[in-house]
């Protein structure tokens, strides 16, 4: 192909994504292969604004490019739409970091506006297909010309260090409310959502789209890049300002106002989404070759009266909704403390996966955390979501703002300094050398921490347990014999009839000293 061929090529792709817009040729302007639309007034109290308008009006869904088409676009192909990498969001200026587009696909069949916002100005940047890279023989090449096929967005290494199109992004913003971002270990995993409506109830799960955004850019490495969002759906808006800043993990600061068009049971405020198949705590014989297998192991909470709380998770046969009430949380997150390689011995990484903590800003009030388990017999699936519910109803009408940081890091951003959980496990009660009796499970609960490690010979913690029903008979705590210091693990005996989960709680103590964090666990007879 001659090189005034291949400019007549492409400007003829420009022109009919302008028309396709609606927008005139004259009104729209170029920059580093990407064009966009006339320049609007644009600033957060101004999509508050459209958020409220918008919810007195009935709900209208984004378009869908071609469904037939687009359901064909499965993970592997919508792998190979690479986003032309020249053609990224300051991409050779204007911003530290640069921002690519995806396009729709199966999982993701929903369009979304993209905008740059410079000098308080908004302008669309317009949907062009030359601008990825599947090749004619892709299955998206076989979609009709349509105003827009983007479905969200990467936020791409800067620009000031090692070549970033060579690197992964550190934060994507992908498919109804989802995004997430890298930990400090070089690792994404679990993810957020903008909001959660009624997960684990017995009606469908809503699920709002993020249905615009708008970006500002960060002018050096240290800066936030700063995304605006349009949240819509049948029972809800919101508009929302993310701070996205990348240091050794990403830090989000998130502010949104949420205006309900209809009431909604459950109503999720800074979720969490995370995969949890089996880990060393219940073994299921044949399950899988490796020996662990999830993005997070646990869900850790800092209550208001400055308790902290370690619960592992489960992956139940049947849909579990748990609630820890309190009020004027400190933060609660998703975490991943098992880092051992030799506890996955995957090439996925697990042990690397970034763990999630939710800080509120402000006071949040009355509510719970929320634990959501779902049963799954894969990886594949995100089966756990924890949020916060506030205690007050949630009904059509109401307008809830709010503030907010994610912290995407290795571990909690403010670890208790007492001791704490590292292992749980399960196995047959009764002792070695004797008939092990029916209904009899034995615990064993690991702690580590300095409070022990300090420990004078000979002096043994006590072990405080409680639960919901059942017996507890052996009770015993020793060191682990691993020579890791400060190491100490409880083991007990619980006899219980019925196959109704057990709500069980521990912790350690010297006398009147608290040396150990508390171990939640909901036990599911088997």
Not at 266 to 281: C, N, Q, V
Request: aromatic letters at 10%; glycine letters at 8%.
């Amino acid at each position: 192909m001659s090189l005034d061929r291949r400019t007549f090529l492409q400007l003829a792709l420009a022109a009919q994504a302008a028309a396709l817009a609606g927008i005139d040729r004259a009104d729209a302007q170029t920059t580093d292969g990407l064009r966009f639309g006339p320049a609007e007034p644009f600033d957060f109290e101004m999509l508050k604004r459209m958020a409220r308008e918008r919810a007195a009006k009935d709900y209208v869904a984004p378009p869908r490019p071609n469904p037939e088409i687009v359901s064909k676009i499965d993970y592997d192909a919508h792998g190979k739409l690479r986003y032309r990498q020249d053609a990224a969001l300051w991409g050779k200026g204007g911003g530290a970091y640069p921002v690519t587009f995806q396009h729709v696909g199966m999982f993701f069949p929903k369009t979304v506006k993209m905008h740059a916002v410079e000098g308080g100005r908004a302008r669309e940047v317009l949907y062009d297909p030359s601008l990825f890279m599947g090749g004619p023989d892709h299955v998206a090449a076989k979609l009709p010309a349509q105003p827009s096929a983007f479905a969200g967005f990467w936020i791409q290494e800067s620009r000031n260090g090692p070549d970033w199109k060579k690197l992964e992004p550190w934060a994507t913003f992908l498919g109804a409310s989802y995004f997430r971002a890298v930990g400090e270990l070089g690792q994404v995993g679990l993810s957020a959502r903008g909001i959660a409506l009624a997960p684990g109830t017995g009606t469908p799960e809503e699920f709002p789209d993020f249905v615009s955004f708008w970006f500002e850019p960060a002018a050096k490495d240290s800066d936030p890049v700063t995304v605006h969002a349009l949240l819509d759906g049948p029972s809800i808006t919101g508009a929302y300002r993310f701070r996205l800043k990348r240091d050794k993990g990403v830090l989000m600061d998130v502010e949104a106002s949420l205006n309900l068009r209809k009431s909604v049971d459950r109503f999720g405020i800074a979720p969490l989404t995370s995969m949890f198949w089996y880990s060393e705590t219940v073994k299921v014989q044949g399950i899988d070759w490796r020996p662990e297998v999830h993005d997070s192991d646990g869900l850790a909470i800092w209550t208001g009266a400055g308790e902290h709380i370690w619960r592992p998770l489960n992956n139940p046969n049947r849909v579990m909704v748990s609630s820890f009430v309190d009020t004027s949380p400190r933060g609660f997150g998703l975490c991943q403390r098992d880092r051992n390689v030799e506890n996955y011995l995957d090439g996925v990484r697990y042990h690397d996966r970034p763990s999630a903590w939710v800080e509120p800003v402000g006071d949040w009030g009355r509510g719970a955390v929320q634990l959501t388990e779902l049963p799954t017999d894969d990886e594949i699936h995100d089966n756990i979501v924890a949020m916060w519910v506030p205690a007050e109803p949630a009904t059509a009408g109401k307008t809830y703002d709010l503030k907010y940081r994610i912290h995407w890091y290795a571990d909690e951003p403010f670890p208790s300094a007492l001791a704490r959980v590292v292992a749980t496990r399960i196995g047959r009660g009764g002792q070695p050398g004797h008939p092990r009796p029916a209904g009899v499970r034995k615990f064993a609960v690991e702690f580590r921490g300095k409070q022990l490690a300090s420990l004078p010979k000979g002096v043994l913690p006590e072990a405080v347990i409680s639960v919901s029903r059942g017996t507890v008979s052996l009770v015993m705590t020793e060191a682990v014999p691993n020579d890791v210091p400060g190491q100490w693990r409880t083991t007990f005996d619980l006899t219980v009839q019925g196959t109704e989960p057990v709500e069980m709680r521990c912790y350690l103590k010297l006398k009147n000293e608290v040396l150990s964090e508390t171990w939640l666990y909901q036990h599911h007879p088997f």
